[in-house]
């Protein structure tokens, strides 16, 4: 079934959005017409949304997106195991965007892992209200308003904005989250159960290698490895270029 919408709002029409620019939507849709619509609505309202037609390209992506569009019928898997998926690699949080509208699909959609489900067609009004109240549920605490400057490192936690050198990172929601809790606790090491904890909001969870792998592509972005200082058996602290 292709996807319905109603006609892109516009400005003044939207829910309120404040964070919205600062958003990465990943579009999960087989349908190339739909996606395309889908895609088009979402930026015009400010969002940064792109899409993919697969699951094992919604697998490579989501990485990069602070939320997941996914449709379930897709060509390659099926979408409540590319859910079950990004569940098991990362908190992204997920919406279900799908035909399957009997109730039992819907549990078994929110049994997969997603935050919630929307049944096609729907309204465009809609689908931005839920992105909105998922958002608020996942959103971290609130954030220092003040500015944080470190060197050349400089941090604007209520912008979520942080440059090197004067030169804007590139960050995911989880990596620049991880880099505030750094960089407030200066000369402090944070372990990996604070991080789990502050930054995923899951203390008791194994966190298995995601602490890792987060910081090891926050390095990488920062360009030096000594930027995050590992104190083994203890956590990490931030450091310098």
Known sequence: ????????????????????????????????????????????????????????????????????LLDLDLPDLDGLEVCRRIRAAANTPVIAVTARDSEFDRVLGLQAGSDDYIVKPYGFRELLARIEAVMRRVRPQPLPVQTIEHGPLHIDPAARRATLAGEPLDLTRKEFDLLVLLATKMHSVVSRQQIMAQVWEDPCSPHGRTVDTHVSTLRSKLGSNSWIVTVRGVGFRLGHA
Do not use: C, N, W
């Not at 395309?36 to 990069?64: P, T």
């Open 1 to 68: 079934m292709t996807t319905q919408v109603a006609p892109p709002l516009g400005p003044a029409d939207a829910p309120d959005g404040r964070h919205r620019a600062t958003l990465r939507l990943l579009v999960v849709e087989s349908d190339a017409k739909a996606s395309d619509a889908l895609l088009k609505g979402l930026i015009r309202q400010g969002y940064a949304a792109h899409a993919v037609s697969s699951g094992a390209e919604a697998l490579r992506a989501h990485f990069d997106a602070d939320m997941v």
